[in-house]
Structure formats: C-alpha cells, structure tokens
Nanobody, 121 residues
Framework: QVQLVESGGGSVQAGGSLRLSCAASNISYADYCMKWFRQAPGKDREGVAQ?????KTDYADSVKGRFTVSKDKNSLYLQMNRLKPEDTAMYYCAVAPFSFYYHACEEYRHWGQGTQVTVSS
C-alpha cells in the first residue's frame, strides 16, 4: 500500500517561506505522477503543483512564480516563497499512476495525512 508522509508545515508571516516534503514508499506503479494539493477551511480541495512522469511541472495560477515543485527519487518537495495569508491551508501530497494510453496522469488515488501551513498577515 502506498504511504505518503508530509512534513515541513508551520506558521509564518506573510512574505515568508516554507519547504514542504513528502516521503513516499511502497509505490507499486512503474510510472506515476506526484502532486501537491491544498484545502482551506470551508473551501474545496485544489491542485497546487504537479510533477509528472517526464519531470514536467504544472502550477495553479495562484502560486505561479512563488512556489516550486521538485522531486528526488520517491520524495516530492514544495518550496513556497512570498507566502500570502490566502495560502493558509492543509497541504496534501498525492500519487497517481501515469496512463500511456492517454499520455497523462490518471486520477490521484493515494493521499498523505497532510501538513498545515498557516500564513499570518
């Protein structure tokens, strides 16, 4: 069973930085994607940054230019700079198999427990 453990969350003031980490284990897929999601209280979960099979990255418009996603073996990272109060959320790491048929990441189906990020103004 895939296991994902996030770390690195915390409380910072606006303009500050945090680096999130996600350690993955027991990934059974030969080819897969990893992605950061976040969910703020009372809001829907949203995708933040994806790292696909070929190393292509994709970001939500709200974080472009401020966040950087990277991957090293089975670990996924999210460098968050110039944080804003609206970045406050629980951040989750997720894994999806890659579909060569559709040449895209499939539905994200494995999730970590999350790490809380709180940005104060």
């Amino acid at each position: 069973q895939v296991q994902l453990v996030e770390s690195g969350g915390g409380s910072v003031q606006a303009g500050g930085s945090l680096r999130l980490s996600c350690a993955a284990s027991n990934i059974s897929y030969a080819d897969y994607c990893m992605k950061w999601f976040r969910q703020a209280p009372g809001k829907d979960r949203e995708g933040v940054a994806q790292f696909d099979l070929y190393g292509k990255t994709d970001y939500a418009d709200s974080v472009k230019g401020r966040f950087t996603v990277s991957k090293d073996k089975n670990s996924l990272y999210l460098q968050m700079n110039r944080l804003k109060p609206e970045d406050t959320a629980m951040y989750y790491c997720a894994v999806a198999p890659f579909s060569f048929y559709y040449h895209a990441c499939e539905e994200y189906r494995h999730w970590g427990q999350g790490t809380q990020v709180t940005v104060s103004s």
